[in-house]
């Protein structure tokens, strides 16, 4: 029997898969690094990917690229905040386009 390898060639039946290539998800591990942020193994070795995960409501996402990429994601409900939450949790700039934006569009009222 004929196999074809992931790019489409035959190699005397052999299926050729890259190193990374995993068949169960108990191949692969997600650790807190020292800073937090999460870092990927695949058998047991760190993999050279970034990764940003956030999970909120029974929903979750998850963004993986190339190591070294700077990534963020996150997942929040639209809900009315007051004015506390904005003075604790947003940029100066974040602030500045709020203050901006026409009544209701900022989310917080």
């Known amino acids: 029997?004929?196999?074809?390898?992931?790019d489409g060639e035959t190699r005397g039946g052999l299926v050729v898969e890259p190193a990374w290539?995993?068949?169960s998800l108990q191949d692969v591990e997600?650790?807190?690094?020292?800073?937090?942020?999460p870092e990927v193994f695949l058998f047991n070795h760190r993999a050279a990917v970034s990764l940003s995960l956030s999970h909120r409501g029974g929903k979750a996402l998850c963004f993986?690229?190339?190591?070294g990429t700077?990534?963020?994601?996150?997942?929040?409900?639209?809900?009315t905040r007051d004015d506390s939450f904005v003075a604790d949790f947003f940029t100066t700039?974040?602030?500045r386009?709020?203050?901006?934006a026409p009544t209701g569009e900022g989310g917080l009222s």
């Open 1 to 6: 029997m004929e196999t074809r390898t992931l």
């Open 21 to 23: 290539c995993i068949h």
């Open 30 to 37: 997600i650790h807190a690094a020292p800073s937090g942020a």
């Open 64 to 67: 993986v690229a190339c190591s």
């Open 70 to 79: 700077g990534l963020g994601c996150d997942l929040e409900l639209v809900e």
């Open 93 to 95: 700039n974040e602030r």
């Open 97 to 100: 386009l709020l203050d901006r």
